[in-house]
């Protein structure tokens, strides 16, 4: 398990290899209790009260507020082993992190650091409250109100899917401050705040029966009417938004890594369960369809390894890591699941009973892609970022007839169009026809082809030409022309048919041409 071992990872400090160390053999020694809490779905405080002693709760946080600075990468190193005891140990620690204790660091002005910060790394819970009854991936549409009344704020609304509800000290709340239309557009319309436990007014209202998740609270919360001081706003007030988009990298990632104990878990069973299993007269390992199984296991677990370690990597060096934690958790939760299959289908019969943890991690699986964002969510990320990121390599190739071959190659250099005419534009896009007869040309193609015009020309050209039934455009919402394509009429006035025609030479041939 080379590629999987975390001393491995060349980024490592040697005081974030110990804490593996450390933290590796607490779960070894816990795991089972963690058993124990799938059958009594009891919350682990017990074992939780341990995580606060050893100073786990302190490792986001700056030594200077009672922490360890360990780092994103040093929270992901204890949150993958603490999911290998249980779901509820993993989930309180990591919401913890990402429901509080991050948005502090990077928002929260010095008194509300020396308030907040000590008090989590000895142990105080976290929550993060963004689901509404009517709100989910869309976040910015939150209902819960925040009205300012003097140095203090009115809270109004509901919560729900809030993990560590009831139990959490702290609760990182966004609510809206402005019903304004130009704030919300400007997504300055939302604020975020520090909520404490027994604050009046503020109530639980229902603990959620769960799937999985075993002895972790989960529900929704009440807030009527309840007042907070001015000094629980994180930053200014509209930078909600801000704060909340912020913080969504490390809650992934994190989410993330507390998947990766649970698949090494299962790699185990599935492994041991199938050296001990004797069917056919041969321990079932033998069988290959098990070993493919086993073998997409190893894979899988590297994969997800180094893409969770990298993203913490990056974010501790305080790079760019949209792409990566986005793909860390993408990847991840549907490769948990995946894992989950596997290892219960090489232990038979064995793997789908409550006797064996991995029917448990298996009922987690779904949650994994719904919390901390959903796989589409993910999707739809990856998808935009992707496109900004990657904008300059993503850039279609100038292709264009091969002088001998007579087919479409690609080429780095362009010709160019030097008089802009309407017969000079209709040729234009009767040349790209024959290169790419089925694509449009976009406005960015026409530009670059025609140096010596400008946009405005170009406009002209085009709309003269669709006028005539010469082309065909496309426009965005704002009615700005974004593609076009000669159509037959265009076609047939810009080349004759034999211009157009090309067969290879059997066909020649064959059909003699």
Not at 326 to 353: F, P
Not at 369 to 376: I, P, R
Not at 448 to 470: G, Q
Request: neutral net charge; glycine residues 8%; hydrophobic residues 40%.
């Amino acid at each position: 398990m080379v590629l999987i071992m975390i001393e491995k990872l060349p980024w490592l400090t040697e005081e974030q290899k110990s804490l593996a160390e450390q933290v590796k053999a607490f779960a070894d020694v816990n795991l089972a209790k963690g058993e124990e809490v799938i059958w009594t779905r009891e919350f682990p405080s017990s074992l939780l009260a341990q995580v606060a002693e050893k100073g786990w709760f302190g490792a986001l946080i700056p030594k200077e507020y009672g922490g360890k600075d360990l780092g994103v990468t040093g929270c992901c190193l204890i949150a993958e082993e603490l999911s290998r005891i249980c779901a509820a140990l993993t989930a309180a620690y990591s919401v913890t992190m990402f429901g509080g204790v991050e948005q502090l660091i990077k928002f929260g002005n010095e008194e509300q650091k020396q308030r907040w910060l000590p008090q989590v790394s000895k142990g105080k819970l976290g929550a993060i409250c963004i689901t509404e009854p009517g709100v989910g991936s869309d976040a910015a549409s939150i209902e819960t109100n925040a009205k300012r009344e003097g140095d203090n704020y009115i809270l109004n609304g509901k919560k729900r899917f809030i993990t560590n509800a009831g139990i959490a000290d702290i609760y990182c709340l966004y609510a809206r401050t402005s019903d304004r239309p130009e704030d919300r557009r400007k997504y300055r319309h939302l604020s975020a705040f520090i909520v404490e436990r027994d604050t009046p007014g503020f109530t639980l209202e229902r603990i959620n029966e769960l799937g999985g998740w075993f002895g972790l609270p989960n529900g929704y919360l009440d807030f009527d009417d309840v007042k907070i001081p001015r000094f629980a706003l994180l930053g200014e007030e509209g930078d909600g938004w801000k704060v909340l988009v912020d913080g969504l990298n490390f809650e992934r990632n994190l989410f993330a890594a507390g998947m990766m104990g649970p698949m090494r878990e299962a790699l185990r069973y599935a492994v041991g369960h199938s050296q001990r299993r004797i069917q056919f007269n041969q321990p079932t390992i033998k069988s290959e369809i098990n070993q493919f199984k086993i073998a997409d296991m190893f894979a899988r677990l590297a994969t997800a390894r180094l893409l969770v370690y990298h993203a913490a990597h990056l974010m501790d060096m305080k790079a760019d890591a949209v792409m990566a934690a986005t793909n860390a958790k993408l990847y991840t939760s549907e490769a948990y699941e995946r894992q989950m299959i596997d290892s219960m289908q090489v232990m038979g019969g064995d793997g789908w009973t409550q006797f064996y943890p991995v029917e448990a991690f298996m009922r987690d699986a779904k949650v994994n892609q719904l919390g901390a964002g959903t796989s589409e969510v993910m999707r739809m990320v990856l998808f935009r970022q992707g496109l900004r990121v990657m904008s300059e390599e993503l850039k279609m190739p100038y292709r264009k007839m091969h002088e001998t071959l007579g087919v479409p190659v690609s080429s780095t250099t362009m010709s160019t169009i030097t008089e802009v005419t309407e017969e000079s534009v209709l040729q234009m896009m009767a040349e790209d026809y024959i290169v790419n007869p089925g694509l449009h040309m976009t406005k960015g193609d026409m530009v670059k082809l025609l140096r010596t015009a400008s946009e405005e020309k170009l406009d002209s050209v085009l709309t003269a030409l669709e006028a005539k039934e010469l082309v065909n455009l496309q426009r965005d919402r704002k009615g700005r022309i974004t593609l076009g394509k000669a159509s037959f009429k265009g076609l047939k006035k810009a080349k004759p048919i034999e211009d157009y025609r090309w067969f290879p030479e059997w066909a020649k041939k064959q059909l003699k041409l």
